[in-house]
């Protein structure tokens, strides 16, 4: 297994490499001009001309393109355009509140929709069954930024319970840091809790139906243990593949969140970077989440075989 | 940290629902009207850098409320042989925040690089034989020609201001970034703290000096600062902004957006203030060289379709309070505004008139194509009315919604409209920008020279009158030429001014001791 993570691990740099040579293209054949955008409302073709060469955007695309990609393969994303920071450093300041996001938004996500599904299939037609069912359709339906809006007037403004927006750092206490992302995770989570409650529910209902659990149960094994242990490990191969296809549609809903709370994350720093055209920042974001995505599903893949002994590489 | 106290701490702050605004009443917590991309001074004209400029770097020269302009690092000045030669003194006591003193060089050296990114720099520079330092407190100017105008130029709040730096630091090509951020202004900017695109901090400089006299107003004055700190958050949302103002997370919000403001006039913790009379001013710039707005006639009748009043209420609402018509082509209730030619902007409108006036003039159908960029509310509520108003009066046109940063590519092309050309953009500008002509760059009349502005407007005798301002000898002149001018704009047409509007501030009730004009943070105190 080892072996194989290896090679995932080796099989990402042409992944990356493919989407690095796509993100350049695009934005090389996309509207829009970052001299342009630089030099402002004010200015005359003749200072955006200026800017452009002092930015080197007057070179091929061929040239601009070979000397980014060997700055990478070196360690080096460039420097953003605007700012005049390096992207890495960029990357490194935004990337804690949206992985802390992400994080607290999955362990939301899962600690409420497993157990929901769970719920739902072993009562499967119950009250409760249909209660789950109808919140998973409310997930769904309502948008992200309605919903944070809603937990923002409710939580923050009129019970004054958690803050409206902003981010503090894990290092300065868990109590401030959970605080601060109790109600963007509820938000971003509402829609994937939705998604998971309803695939663990539909996977479990087919698991059940198992002779194996028809077994279990006339050996007297109790409810619980049917349910946890039998009926939930056998189901999980479905529902982790969720999770990990669910950590893409996270990253592009933390955008809408982190921009709804103000929260200093990367979705944030990309919207301001594509908005404005700054190209050394999108393609080194956009590196970075394909990194992160073909990471994630590596870690779904060897989790397969921690479900299902079978599954091996 | 260790585990019991990480834990500790974490309790207490989940105790503390409303953790974010436990912060001590030192600290002045601001939202900026958008992110502060750019930290130079000199290298942008975006408003948001020249008011993060305004606390870390000073500037020879300050504006009060009258445009008039104040000794502000200068101890005072002398003007010798024939208004040709002036000599300029810095104060006692000037440091720059690496602690070395403020010396006539750095200022000498600060004022080139400013002068070649600022229209009224570049005049001064061309009217000046040379620009020295003959020692460590003097600024000579050898002047060509007199120029009345130096404190003016050097005393300018509309962006790019001219910001004094150290001399290493001002050596940078105008045309790269700075990248060190050292003034001698009243607040340090704290780099360390920086999280570019949500936050930026500034720390009081202890060793600043203020002006020991003078009236305090605009930027003019002893700059005193309350604060310790300075925090500035952005926050991309309107509705998150008003809320963290609301719930006391943040003092001040610098652009409230029209929709909101009645919710935050309800908050008795919360004040809604006009600090800038000026406001903002908008406008549709035709394109001169394509058809149909290449036909002088054209451009004139469709001025009578302008409802000035029908595109203000479109972004500020209907209270007349909120908004100024009709607008000329200079900020109104500024020296240089008049009245004087407005009249196809005044009364009803009458649009059927109007499709006769167009096909009189020679408009015969052609398609036109309005860019609008719809990253901007406010542009983009003006782009609705004005294409409504095209469609009214028979006009072709093509509304192309698009972002900023396309705007401003395209609208570089002077190809057909065929070919990817335009016809016409929403903009806008503050109103400071159009106090004077010599950064009114919008009513230059340079056609398509290089330096012109797209738009390509020709007009000989705007420009003939522009260089004439410069030469005014007084106020009253200058005012004159200002009015011929605007009678010349309404013939020539370069853009068709939509109406100035009030922008208000928001911020909470105990902060006090706030100035009229763009936000400053000097003489601001919470109690």
């Known amino acids: 297994m080892f072996a194989y993570a290896v090679r995932r691990i080796i099989a990402t740099i042409p992944v990356m490499g493919i989407v690095a040579l796509f993100v350049f293209s695009l934005l090389y054949i996309a509207p829009g001009d970052p001299a342009a955008i630089i030099a402002g409302d004010q200015a005359t073709p003749a200072d955006v001309e200026r800017i452009r060469a002092s930015l080197g955007l007057d070179r091929p695309f061929l040239v601009r393109f070979l000397e980014w990609l060997w700055n990478v393969l070196n360690g080096d994303m460039g420097v953003s355009i605007f ?62 930024f309605v919903v944070g809006y809603i937990l923002a007037y409710t939580f923050a403004l009129q019970l004054d319970w958690f803050p409206v927006q902003g981010y503090t750092p894990l290092s300065q206490g868990i109590g401030p840091w959970i605080n601060n992302l109790a109600l963007p995770a509820i938000a971003l989570g509402s829609a994937f809790i939705a998604l998971l409650a309803r695939i663990t529910r539909a996977t479990m209902l087919e698991v059940l139906s198992q002779d194996y659990v028809r077994t279990a149960k006339a050996k007297g094994v109790d409810q619980k243990s049917i349910l946890f242990v039998h009926g939930l490990k056998n189901a999980a191969v479905p529902i982790v593949t969720i999770i990990g296809l669910g950590f893409a549609g996270l990253i592009g809903g933390a955008v809408v969140t982190e921009s709804v709370f103000a929260i200093p994350g990367v979705g944030r720093l990309v919207v301001d970077a594509i908005l404005r055209r700054d190209y050394p920042v999108i393609q080194g974001v956009v590196l970075m989440f394909s990194f992160v995505y073909v990471i994630v599903n590596l870690c779904v893949d060897l989790l397969y075989t921690v479900f299902d002994p079978r599954i091996r590489y | 940290m260790k585990r019991r106290r990480f834990l500790a701490t974490g309790a207490a702050g989940l105790a503390l629902p409303s953790y974010a605004r436990a912060q001590t009443a030192s600290t002045l917590r601001f939202i900026p009207q958008i992110d502060l991309s750019f930290l130079d001074p000199h290298w942008t004209t975006a408003y948001v850098t020249r008011n993060h400029s305004y606390l870390v770097f000073d500037t020879l020269f300050g504006q009060d409320a009258n445009f008039k302009y104040t000794h502000q690092m200068l101890s005072g000045h002398v003007v010798e042989n024939d208004d040709k030669l002036w000599k300029l003194t810095l104060r006692d006591g000037l440091l720059w925040h690496d602690g070395e003193r403020v010396l006539a060089r750095d200022c000498v050296a600060s004022i080139k690089r400013w002068a070649k990114r600022d229209a009224i720099g570049d005049a001064l520079m061309n009217a000046t034989e040379e620009l020295s330092a003959p020692d460590d407190k003097t600024i000579q100017f050898r002047l060509k020609k007199p120029f009345p105008l130096l404190p003016d130029a050097l005393g300018k709040s509309p962006s790019p201001m001219c910001a004094m730096m150290p001399e290493r630091i001002a050596n940078t090509d105008p045309f790269k970034q700075i990248t060190e951020i050292i003034g001698s202004g009243p607040y340090r900017y704290v780099a360390a703290e920086r999280v570019q695109g949500s936050r930026n901090v500034y720390a009081r400089f202890e060793k600043y000096q203020p002006r020991p006299d003078g009236a305090l107003d605009w930027t003019s004055g002893p700059k005193v600062a309350h604060f310790e700190r300075v925090v500035w958050t952005t926050i991309p949302d309107a509705a998150t902004a008003a809320a963290a103002l609301q719930n006391g997370e943040q003092d001040w919000w610098e652009y409230p957006t029209a929709d909101l403001q009645p919710l935050l006039r309800k908050n008795p913790k919360i004040r809604i203030a006009f600090p800038d009379p ?250």
């Open chain 1, 83 to 144: 700012t005049n920071l390096p992207v890495r450093h960029m990357i490194a300041q935004r990337i804690e509140p949206t992985l802390s996001l992400m994080v607290l938004t999955l362990t939301f996500a899962i600690s409420f929709a497993v157990p929901m599904g769970v719920v739902a299939a072993w009562k499967q037609g119950a009250w409760i069954d249909r209660l789950v069912m109808v919140v998973a359709v409310m997930g769904f339906s309502v948008p992200v």
């Open chain 2, 278 to 527: 000026t406001g903002g001013v908008e406008m549709m710039r035709p394109n001169h060289l394509a058809a149909p707005f290449n036909n002088p006639g054209v451009r004139r009748a469709f001025m009578h379709a302008i409802d000035q009043a029908e595109f203000m209420q479109a972004i500020v609402g209907d209270d007349p309070a909120m908004y100024h018509t009709p607008l000329g082509m200079f900020c109104p209730k500024t020296p240089m505004a008049s009245e004087d030619g407005l009249e196809p902007l005044r009364g009803k409108r009458d649009y059927g008139k109007v499709k006769e006036m167009l096909k009189a003039a020679g408009y015969a159908g052609e398609k036109t194509v309005l860019m609008v960029p719809t990253d901007y509310v406010t542009l983009k509520a003006l782009g609705d009315v004005m294409a409504d108003t095209m469609a009214r009066v028979g006009i072709n046109v093509d509304y192309v919604a698009t972002d900023w940063g396309s705007m401003l590519q395209r609208r570089n092309k002077k190809e057909p409209i065929e070919q990817g050309g335009w016809s016409g953009f929403i903009t806008g500008w503050a109103g400071t920008d159009h106090l004077a002509p010599p950064a009114h760059i919008a009513l230059r009349g340079n056609g398509d020279q290089a330096g012109a502005w797209p738009g390509w407007c020709v007009s000989p005798e705007l420009e003939r009158l522009r260089m004439a301002w410069f030469d005014a000898p007084n106020l009253a002149g200058q005012q004159e030429i200002c009015r011929k001018m605007q009678l010349q704009a309404m013939q020539d047409v370069p853009y068709y001014p939509l109406g100035q509007y009030q922008q208000p501030t928001a911020y909470r009730a105990d902060l006090t001791g706030m100035l009229n004009g763009f936000a400053t943070f000097w003489n601001v105190r919470r109690g």
